[in-house]
């Protein structure tokens, strides 16, 4: 199984990382350091304090509710599997609700889907190096009744599962366990019927490093979009997205084999994927990243892979179809907005009045809704800075026309 990894987990995240959506400082991944809680005030955008979590891993944002992990209190750990609860931090009563507890807790994909109130996420257990100690469970978070169940549990299988939801159904990809190893699939998990099925498999030779695998999925009102990795040889990759209609029949396909012209690159596991019409981003977990048209005459950025590089997507619970949001990560704290319907950039500035070093380190939306995470390290001292959310409306923001240089 150890090709399996160099296909499926060629960037393998450190267990220093331990959840997406949240920073966490270096440390020396063998010093085995006392692990501690982070607290992390909540503000407005007129920067009234509102509230404060204790955080220790990951973040994500729900209808009205910040849905978190902790260290739990009065247990001492010193590990990089450590145990966590989850926790739900209502925004509108400042109530802190317990959602249930995973133990030896590696990483949570920065997937997920809210349907009807429920949060649907990817967590991995164990070890994510060894595939027989390593555990991928799918969980619903049940917002109406605060609590959190597993829908499924794949031994081996791969931690970063896309997780979304495809017109009232909750789809992820995930990889074959037991005798079938070399068989990938895309699950569906129905919240009407409790049951889990196959929407499409495919085939892929861990030996020889051939055969098909999916790497993303995508949907709007009318398509469904999957990015599939196809190899012939080590050296011929071909990436390129699939799309079908609701009935799952197939309609199309744009080659994107043209993203990078090293085929490893294109090998690589997606951390993002989203399509507006003739418009697609795409981003890596290795350096990769690309947002333009698709069209007869190939792929034509609009803007340019210098600027993304330095930039992060906003995290959607709820997906905009029509709008993709991107702020810069290091410097500058410029968030951009890009309307599909006109073709065109808005562009807005924030920073915190608590510490105007902060740096946007995350964004996760649902709606209009915005939950900002600032943190991050001086640019010139290498201090690190308060870490802070703030909640705010998009329309808060004062957006600008902006026209990218490419």
């Not at 997906?319 to 006109?342: A, H, P, Q, T, V």
């Not at 065109?344 to 608590?354: A, I, L």
Request: charged content about 25%.
């Amino acid at each position: 199984m150890k090709k399996t990894l160099a296909v499926f987990c060629t960037v393998c995240i450190s267990a220093i990382f331990i959840f997406s959506g949240c920073t966490v400082k270096d440390e020396p991944i063998y010093s085995n350091p006392e692990l501690h809680n982070n607290a992390l005030q909540i503000y407005t955008f007129d920067n009234q304090l509102i509230g404060e979590i204790e955080n220790y891993g990951s973040i994500n944002f729900a209808t009205d509710s910040i849905i978190y992990t902790r260290l739990p209190d009065g247990k001492t750990q010193t590990s990089y599997y450590p145990t966590l609860d989850y926790y739900r931090y209502d925004l509108n009563t400042g109530n802190n609700i317990k959602l249930g507890t995973i133990d030896e807790c590696v990483y949570q994909a920065p997937y997920r889907a809210l349907l009807d109130n429920h949060l649907y996420i990817s967590v991995t257990t164990g070890d994510m190096a060894e595939t027989e100690n390593r555990y991928v469970k799918i969980l619903d978070i049940d917002l109406n009744n605060n609590s959190m169940s597993e829908i499924a549990s794949y031994r081996g299988g791969n931690p970063y599962s896309f997780v979304t939801e495809v017109f009232g159904k909750i789809w992820f990809i995930q990889m074959e366990t037991g005798e079938n190893l070399n068989k990938d699939f895309i699950g569906e998990y129905n919240p009407q019927t409790k049951e889990l099925s196959k929407v499409k498999s495919f085939q892929f030779d861990n030996d020889s490093l051939t055969g098909e695998t999916a790497r993303g999925i995508y949907t709007d009102d009318n398509f469904i979009y999957i990015m599939t990795l196809k190899m012939e040889t080590e050296a011929n990759v071909e990436l390129r997205m699939d799309v079908y209609d609701k009935q799952m029949n197939f309609v199309r396909t744009v080659d994107l084999s043209s993203l990078d012209s090293d085929k490893n690159e294109l090998r690589h596991i997606v951390g993002g994927f989203k399509v507006l019409d003739d418009y697609i981003y795409y981003g890596n977990f290795s350096s990769t990243i690309f947002f333009g048209k698709t069209g007869e005459n190939g792929l034509t950025p609009v803007m340019s892979e210098d600027k993304l590089r330095d930039s992060g997507v906003a995290s959607e619970s709820v997906i905009d179809r029509d709008k993709l949001m991107i702020f810069n990560e290091f410097e500058g704290n410029n968030i951009y907005l890009f309307d599909k319907n006109s073709g065109s950039f808005k562009s807005s500035e924030f920073y915190s009045d608590k510490d105007k070093r902060c740096q946007i380190k995350n964004i996760f939306m649902n709606g209009d809704d915005m939950l900002i995470y600032m943190g991050g390290r001086d640019l010139q001292t290498g201090e690190y800075l308060p870490e802070m959310l703030y909640y705010i409306n998009v329309n808060d923001l004062d957006f600008q026309d902006y026209v990218p240089e490419n």
